[in-house]
């Protein structure tokens, strides 16, 4: 008696793979597209689709080893990437001479330094205290 229960709930768990309905498109002279599990009307033209069953755990497994083996790819890359950009900066660096002072306002009166702040000085737009007028 278990033997047919058990294979009755296989047969019952693999049925609806096994009586899958066929899906239909349709466009109609609109351009609308519709799914349907019945057919279409004679004077339309449909496309049968073919649903293929989920993949089985073998299937995704397989996929997520690949998804790890990319994601891993892409970080080593991403770090030599890095180490390449370092190390073409720091070359730039140790390439760049110098400035002279020749060198300083060039392109004048456009890179000219800014005169600095004098220390001390009170800001132009301060409030100035006015001497007390004696009352009459």
């Given at each position: 008696?278990?033997?047919l229960?058990?294979?009755?709930?296989?047969?019952?768990?693999?049925?609806?793979?096994?009586?899958a309905?066929?899906?239909?498109?349709v466009?109609?002279?609109?351009?609308?597209?519709?799914?349907?599990?019945?057919?279409p009307?004679k004077?339309?033209?449909?496309?049968?689709?073919?649903?293929?069953a989920?993949?089985?755990?073998?299937?995704?497994?397989?996929?997520?080893?690949?998804?790890e083996?990319?994601?891993?790819?892409?970080?080593?890359l991403?770090?030599?990437?890095?180490?390449?950009?370092?190390?073409?900066?720091?070359?730039?660096?140790?390439?760049?001479?110098?400035?002279?002072s020749?060198?300083?306002?060039?392109?004048?009166?456009?890179?000219?330094?800014?005169?600095?702040?004098?220390k001390?000085?009170?800001?132009?737009?301060?409030?100035?205290?006015?001497?007390?007028?004696?009352?009459?």
């Open positions: 008696m278990i033997p229960i058990k294979f009755l709930a296989l047969l019952l768990a693999f049925m609806p793979a096994l009586h309905e066929p899906i239909y498109k466009i109609d002279e609109n351009g609308n597209v519709s799914y349907s599990s019945t057919p009307q004077n339309q033209d449909a496309t049968e689709i073919d649903i293929s989920p993949p089985t755990e073998s299937q995704r497994q397989a996929a997520q080893q690949r998804h083996k990319n994601v891993k790819a892409a970080d080593e991403g770090e030599d990437r890095k180490k390449q950009t370092a190390q073409k900066n720091n070359s730039q660096r140790e390439k760049q001479p110098e400035s002279s020749d060198d300083q306002y060039y392109g004048y009166p456009y890179n000219r330094p800014r005169p600095r702040a004098i001390n000085r009170p800001a132009k737009n301060t409030p100035t205290q006015r001497p007390v007028s004696p009352r009459r």
